[in-house]
T-cell receptor, first 117, second 115 residues
């Protein structure tokens, strides 16, 4: 069963508008972490934002915020005031493994975001 | 501060050959993880190393191996290359890799093409 689901293969947004990229996850762990990464065409995965399962506040980093709804098991990324440079693939990932042992990231299939002028 | 570096950037090999990919983590980071990203998919976990020891391995055949050196840099080796090994290989570093708040920071990747 897929543990990270990103249902939007592609999204379009106009410059300066806000956009929400969807992510749902599946885990039976009580302690887990959720990450969003941006991957431009160059290939490098750029860390954007992190949300811990016990964090009560939604994470924010500049123009990025994470809409964390634990009961729904969703962790949507909101990008405010989109810029042309935001055009890229966006991956949602969940950390698997227990604290104190090794932990790996499990990624979704990604959403391609295109920002138009 | 320098980020994660990987070499080479691109590589072309033929089936049956062997390849070695290299990664240097962020200064102060002791854990290195390797991921394979096939075109159109998200990265898949291959290995994690911490303090020169393998800590975890993904669902990859024994043709894949890795090691970590005393300076925390790492090498990924793939033997008997198959066409399906063509992918972007990403290296990620984190301070320790075991804390719940550890974030993995990725390098630019090595793009391997197997002909």
């Amino acid at each position: 069963a897929q543990k990270i689901t990103q249902t939007q293969p592609g999204m379009f947004v106009q410059e300066k508008e806000a956009v929400t990229l969807d992510c749902t996850y599946d885990t039976s762990d009580q302690s887990y972490g959720l990450f969003w990464y941006k991957q431009p065409s160059s290939g490098e995965m750029i860390f954007l934002i992190y949300q811990g399962s016990y964090d009560e506040q939604n994470a924010t980093e500049g123009r990025y915020s994470l809409n964390f709804q634990k009961a729904r098991k969703s962790a949507n990324l909101v990008i405010s005031a989109s810029q042309l440079g935001d055009s890229a693939m966006y991956f949602c990932a969940m950390r698997e493994g227990s604290p104190g042992s090794f932990q790996k990231l499990v990624f979704g299939t990604g959403t391609r975001l295109l920002v138009s002028p | 501060d320098a980020g994660v570096t990987q070499s080479p950037t691109h590589l072309i090999k033929t089936r049956g050959q062997q390849v070695t990919l290299r990664c240097s983590p962020i200064s102060g980071h002791k854990s290195v993880s390797w991921y394979q990203q096939v075109l159109g998919q998200g990265p898949q976990f291959i290995f994690q190393y911490y303090e020169k020891e393998e800590r975890g391995r993904g669902n990859f055949p024994d043709r894949f191996s890795a090691r970590q050196f005393p300076n925390y840099s790492s090498e990924l080796n793939v033997n008997a290359l198959l066409l399906g090994d063509s992918a972007l290989y990403l290296c990620a570093s984190s301070p320790a890799g075991v804390l719940s708040t550890d974030t993995q920071y990725f390098g630019p990747g090595t793009r391997l093409t197997v002909l």
